[in-house]
Structure formats: C-alpha cells, structure tokens
C-alpha cells in the first residue's frame, strides 16, 4: 500500500509513542521495511517527528521512548495484579 503524509505523520507519532514497527506495518499494511525507513529518515524526511524535527529519529531516542513505553506498561500490570488480589 502507498502511504499519504496524513498516514507518516500518524506512524511517525506512533513511532514516537513506542509503537512497535511490525505492529505499524500491520497497521498500515506496508513492509515493515518502509515503516523502517521512515523512521531512518530515508523516505518522508521532512514529515516532521512530534517535537517538530525532520530526518531520522534517533535511535537512543527510539529506545528511551521505548523502555519507558515498557516500563509503563508492566506497571499498569502489576497495579492489575494487586487490585485482583485484593479483591
């Protein structure tokens, strides 16, 4: 499928949110290979990230975003385990 620029700035978001790329090329019914390359900033460079640069997302950026995204979500998990326990 052929991405519009509405569609890069949702993956591009999505990215930056912590989205996994396979899940986005899932999403977006695109080689997970393309949604690679737009966050290397080899296609769509100058669709700009959510802090309003253009180009590649950098990878220490990508990881921190994700680690935290991680960190977050096995939070919420264990705040469900406790409340079920209480119960």
Same mark, same amino acid.
């Given at each position: @499928?052929?991405?519009?620029? %509405?569609? $890069?700035?949702?993956?591009? =978001?999505?990215?930056?949110?912590? &989205?996994?790329? #396979?899940? /986005?090329?899932?999403?977006?019914?695109?080689?997970?290979?393309?949604?690679?390359?737009?966050? @290397?900033?080899?296609?769509? %460079?100058? $669709?700009?990230?959510?802090? =309003?640069?253009?180009?590649?997302? &950098?990878?220490? #950026?990508? /990881?921190?975003?994700?680690?935290?995204?991680?960190?977050?979500?096995?939070?919420?998990?264990?705040?469900?385990?406790?409340? %079920?326990?209480?119960?």
């Amino acid at each position: @499928a052929l991405l519009n620029e %509405a569609q $890069v700035k949702q993956i591009k =978001k999505r990215l930056w949110n912590g &989205d996994l790329q #396979q899940d /986005l090329a899932d999403k977006f019914d695109v080689d997970p290979k393309t949604i690679s390359a737009i966050k @290397a900033g080899r296609i769509w %460079a100058g $669709v700009p990230w959510p802090n =309003k640069k253009t180009g590649r997302l &950098d990878e220490a #950026q990508y /990881l921190h975003i994700l680690q935290t995204r991680r960190r977050e979500r096995i939070e919420e998990k264990l705040k469900r385990i406790k409340k %079920a326990r209480k119960l």
